[in-house]
């Protein structure tokens, strides 16, 4: 009987050492959480509020029930969003901005008061339209072609200058897609074609010009050639001329005898004769 009641002692007083342990574990491992490596923690206490420190990486201990922890991502995310602005000549423009951000760790409790955890969400898409569409409207269409370098480097400014209100880094900030309207995109169509023609008209009158001027060039050679040959022939009579020609002559009977399909016949009306001196007449 005793023996039993012993027992029975013991594993009441077990039963309530492994309750405590289960409760005090419980309490324990509420009383802890992590923080991983690219993350912030901010608690809110609630009799205190939103606290102003922000906690950094590791393991932490917190009073259950009284305190909650938040955690935030401040590794740099990217973000993707489009706008239909207007130019300053009214033509409407499709743009695709891509920023890089992320938020400013010593605000975080700021952020998490005025914003919650989905900051980026709520803020990047309405200053990204609203900086895009004053930057776009003081440029033409064709000069957020032209001038596109300088048209990301606004946007860039004032994305980074109006993020910073809302304690956001904006690590770069991109164009990276712009489009127009078919409208305008058939005007500047038609315009490139206009002026590829203008070019080729251009290029043909100029052309047209050089071959005049080349004309004029040989013609005043070769009369200034007619000139010193008539003067050269008053001056020493016919005697050039019938040696140019007695050149000429040479050369072609040059040519002709070394070429072996050339006959020669004999001069005058009677050429079956001309081949037999015996069949002339007279003999």
Do not use: C
């Not at 923080?35 to 590791?58: C, P, S, W």
């Amino acid at each position: 009987m005793g023996s039993s009641q012993a027992a029975l002692s013991f594993l009441t007083n077990l039963a309530r050492a492994a309750f405590g342990f289960g409760v005090g574990a419980t309490i324990l491992n509420s009383s802890l959480y992590n923080v991983d490596g690219g993350q912030r923690a901010v608690l809110f206490d609630r009799f205190r509020g939103v606290l102003d420190d922000t906690i950094g990486e590791g393991t932490h201990f917190l009073i259950p029930w009284l305190q909650t922890p938040y955690i935030f991502d401040i590794r740099t995310r990217p973000h993707t969003f489009s706008s239909v602005s207007g130019t300053k000549d009214l033509q409407m423009v499709n743009l695709t901005l891509r920023v890089l951000s992320r938020p400013e760790v010593p605000r975080l409790p700021t952020i998490f008061k005025t914003l919650g955890l989905e900051y980026d969400e709520k803020v990047l898409p309405s200053i990204g339209n609203e900086v895009l569409k004053a930057v776009v409207a003081q440029f033409n269409a064709d000069q957020l072609l032209t001038e596109r370098p300088h048209v990301s480097a606004l946007v860039r400014e004032s994305l980074i200058r109006r993020a910073r209100d809302f304690n956001l880094v904006l690590d770069d900030v991109a164009i990276t897609h712009l489009s127009y309207g078919h409208e305008f995109s058939k005007a500047v169509e038609q315009k490139q074609v206009a002026q590829q023609e203008a070019e080729r008209s251009k290029f043909i009158v100029m052309k047209a010009e050089q071959e005049r001027r080349a004309a004029i060039i040989r013609a005043e050679g070769e009369s200034e050639s007619a000139k010193l040959i008539s003067d050269a022939t008053a001056a020493a009579g016919m005697g050039l001329i019938e040696l140019r020609r007695i050149e000429a002559s040479r050369e072609i009977a040059s040519t002709l005898a070394k070429s072996p399909n050339v006959a020669y016949l004999p001069g005058g009306n009677n050429m079956l004769l001309g081949l037999n001196p015996s069949l002339t007449p007279g003999r």
